[in-house]
Nanobody
């Protein structure tokens, strides 16, 4: 069992930056691939970024590539999402998720078993 708690969301002006954090419980964190997803009001949840258990591989959604960086610190059981040049359309609830070691599709946004509650990101003009 993995429990995930996100933080770092808030209100930011367009063009600004935020760094989201996701702290995981459990000693098996380092064996899980981790992902970030977002869901805007009235829209389906969409994949944002993912990182392998070691941190050596990262995948990004095309619509945010170049503006975000996913990283992790296994010693702190934490995964981060640095977001820059934020746009109004980036307003959403951002959630982190964990994919078990046997998941083969985590890099494309599938195969995640554990989810956090999410943190609200609001971008204003």
């Amino acid at each position: 069992q993995v429990q995930l708690v996100e933080s770092g969301g808030g209100l930011v002006q367009a063009g600004g930056s935020l760094r989201l954090s996701c702290v995981a419980s459990g000693r098996t964190f380092r064996s899980y691939a981790m992902g970030w997803f977002r869901q805007a009001p009235g829209k389906e949840r969409e994949f944002v970024a993912a990182i392998s258990w070691s941190g050596s591989m990262q995948y990004y959604a095309e619509f945010m590539k170049g503006r975000i960086t996913i990283s992790r610190d296994n010693a702190k059981n934490t995964v981060y999402l640095q977001m820059n040049s934020l746009k109004l359309d980036d307003t959403a609830v951002y959630s982190c998720a964990a994919a078990p070691p046997w998941s083969s599709s985590w890099g494309t946004g599938s195969g995640y078993d554990y989810w956090g509650q999410g943190t609200q990101v609001t971008v204003s003009s």
